[in-house]
């Protein structure tokens, strides 16, 4: 009954015909998309109408078809001015992000999926706001939508079970539960309908290639769903908090101080013990900040009476938290100094991050064209480009051991002894730090170069340390190939 009553309110508020097809120049109207969920045929539309009205700023493709052949959207939203390359695609591209110095770095990317299931359309509408809400800024040229896609990209999935939405279903058409068909814990929990295995369904399939190939180091991952006012973050296994609950603990008090009061909770004890998640895969697997985000508690409608943006205008606030500071959300190591004598490097080390790591070391090249670095501890280089690299050493490498490896909270400090007495050192060196970006065993590994502003070799080493110009050109391309080699492992 409640479902008819919604249908015939909303259709008092619509002049035209709800299946856009028949008006093929455009998407739905302003007035309707405030009241009206998307179909398939309409979130094409407007998909599309974005694509072709601001390629400065959106790409629009298909990552796959959905298991009635239905196209899978997925939108990149970043400021693609001198080039259309992506974070992941630095290797074989110019797309970096400039820094205050002149150098260039990588941008921070967030990725935002909705619709796993098809009836909460709440949750799709609010991937659907925020995509609109950059896209517009952008277009209007407000400041603070500017500086976020000059710095950021956003990549947004916002209708993952396009199937499900058109039969108004939580189900794709075979009658699975998506988000139970991840590959993290599948089926290991009491659940209904999580498929024949892992990745079964062509829809998770499709999320999680793009998750591993396009997206591999994502710095913030949001999952849209309609169900209960809440946010959840890992795990929904277990009850325990996650590695990483500094992080999750300074979000939840910052937006409940002063954005929203929305409960921010563990999974397992915010709503019940849910197995084969997005949002568990995305941070047990991938290493991402995780967080699945429900709405309210409204499902088994085709639209709303108050104004979509009013509706969610609290989300769209929390929303546009997390992407505005999604640089904090991981340790952030700068090393105020790096003091060197008789063989012994004195680090001190401060965390800028909202993470914490606790697997965090130097490495040492000899020059600027070395292809061979010194771990603390070692009696012999290794190799970039042989077959021994550093993957191959975090299994009997002690991070934890004096002289070795060293941890450093979130947003705090430490000062640290590494064992460099078997190492060449000399003016000609260059230092790299090395860290997990959080703590999670999954999460991103890090190589940063250390400037010799905050370097100094004390008597008894020789030499001068030399500029950083073409020294670091060399250098970064060694830890490029550290890093490279080290995700082929990790696949």
């Known amino acids: ?274 197995c084969g998640t997005s949002r568990d895969y995305g941070y047990g697997v991938m290493g991402y900040p995780t967080f699945t985000f429900e709405t309210d508690d409204e499902q088994f409608l085709l639209g709303t009476v108050e104004a979509l943006s009013d509706r969610l205008g609290e989300e769209l606030d929390v929303m546009h938290y997390l992407i505005e500071n999604v640089w904090y959300w991981r340790a952030r190591l700068v090393v105020e100094s790096l003091e060197v004598e008789d063989g012994k490097v004195h680090l001190s080390v401060s965390n800028l991050g909202h993470s914490s790591t606790s697997n965090a070391t130097l490495l040492y090249f000899e020059s600027g064209d070395s292809t061979e670095f010194w771990l603390p501890g070692s009696d012999e280089p290794m190799e970039v480009t042989g077959t021994m690299d550093i993957q191959d050493r975090r299994s009997d490498f002690n991070f934890s051991a004096p002289g070795y490896g060293f941890a450093v909270n979130a947003t705090n400090s430490t000062s640290t002894t590494l064992d460099f007495t078997d190492a060449p050192i000399s003016g000609e060196g260059v230092w790299a730090l090395y860290y997990q970006k959080r703590v999670i065993d999954s999460s991103m590994w890090t190589e940063e170069l250390i400037g010799e502003s905050v370097t100094e070799i004390k008597a008894g080493n020789s030499g001068i340390l030399p500029g950083p110009t073409m020294v670091l050109v060399f250098v970064a391309f060694a830890l490029a190939a550290i890093n490279r080699r080290n995700d082929e492992k990790d696949e």
């Open 1 to 274: 009954m409640r479902r008819w009553l919604t249908v015939l309110v909303l259709s008092s508020l619509m002049f035209t015909s709800i299946s856009p097809v028949a008006t093929a120049q455009i998407g739905q109207p302003d007035i309707i998309q405030e009241h009206w969920y998307h179909s398939y045929a309409t979130l094409t539309l407007d998909l599309n109408e974005w694509a072709e009205d601001h390629p400065d700023v959106v790409k629009l493709f298909s990552i796959g078809l959905t298991e009635l052949g239905r196209e899978i959207w997925m939108l990149q939203i970043s400021d693609w001015e001198g080039g259309a390359c992506l974070s992941s695609e630095l290797d074989e591209c110019e797309h970096f992000k400039e820094t205050g110095e002149g150098e260039l770095e990588r941008k921070e990317v967030v990725y935002i999926d909705g619709g796993h299931h098809g009836n909460e359309h709440l949750g799709t509408e609010l991937a659907f706001l925020v995509a609109e809400y950059y896209i517009e800024g952008w277009s209007n040229g407000e400041q603070d939508v500017l500086d976020v896609l000059a710095t950021t990209e956003l990549h947004i999935l916002i209708m993952l079970n396009a199937d499900g939405n058109d039969f108004d279903t939580r189900w794709n058409v075979n009658q699975v539960d998506l988000n139970r068909n991840y590959d993290h814990y599948w089926n290991t929990c009491d659940s209904t309908q999580p498929g024949t295995s892992a990745f079964s369904e062509s829809e998770t399939l499709a999320n999680s290639i793009y998750m591993n190939e396009v997206v591999p180091h994502a710095d913030l991952y949001i999952t849209m769903h309609t169900g209960v006012w809440i946010m959840l973050y890992p795990w929904g296994k277990w009850p325990e908090q996650p590695s990483d609950w500094e992080m999750y603990h300074h979000i939840r008090d910052e937006v409940n101080s002063n954005i929203s009061e929305i409960p921010i909770r563990n999974a397992n004890q915010g709503l019940y013990p849910n």
